[in-house]
Nanobody
Framework: VQLQASGGGLAQAGGSLRLSCAPSEGSFSSYSVGWFRQAPGKEREFVGAVFRRSTYYDDSVKGRFTISRDNAENTVNLQMNTLKPEDTAVYYC??????????????????WGQGTLVTVSS
């Protein structure tokens, strides 16, 4: 399964962007999906994840970002509001069956996409 992340681009600080993640095959509803980001020179870091009904967020994005499932479109979306320059990164979605101890790390996810670049200007 390959994942396709889309929706990245350039935004001003305080603005919004909406990212989408879709699988190349199968139903996304059978996977947990995590969003991660990687800024230049930094390690990939956890942004948030959605399980069957529960969502979890890193403290750095809590209250600004929202992850949701669109079962009709077979996508998982990341709505990013009140963007900050420090949100600039390549954003990746991962899918799999992470457990409580692994869902905040990339190792918890089996399938990945190529990422989409988000640039926030000040």
């Amino acid at each position: 399964v390959q994942l396709q992340a889309s929706g990245g681009g350039l935004a001003q600080a305080g603005g919004s962007l909406r990212l989408s993640c879709a699988p190349s095959e199968g139903s996304f509803s059978s996977y947990s999906v995590g969003w991660f980001r990687q800024a230049p020179g930094k390690e990939r870091e956890f942004v948030g994840a959605v399980f069957r009904r529960s969502t979890y967020y890193d403290d750095s994005v809590k209250g600004r970002f929202t992850i949701s499932r669109d079962n009709a479109e077979n996508t998982v979306n990341l709505q990013m509001n009140t963007l900050k320059p420090e949100d600039t990164a390549v954003y990746y979605c991962g899918a799999g069956w992470p457990i409580v101890s692994t869902f905040r790390g990339p190792e918890g996810y089996r399938y990945w996409g190529q990422g989409t670049l988000v640039t926030v200007s000040s």
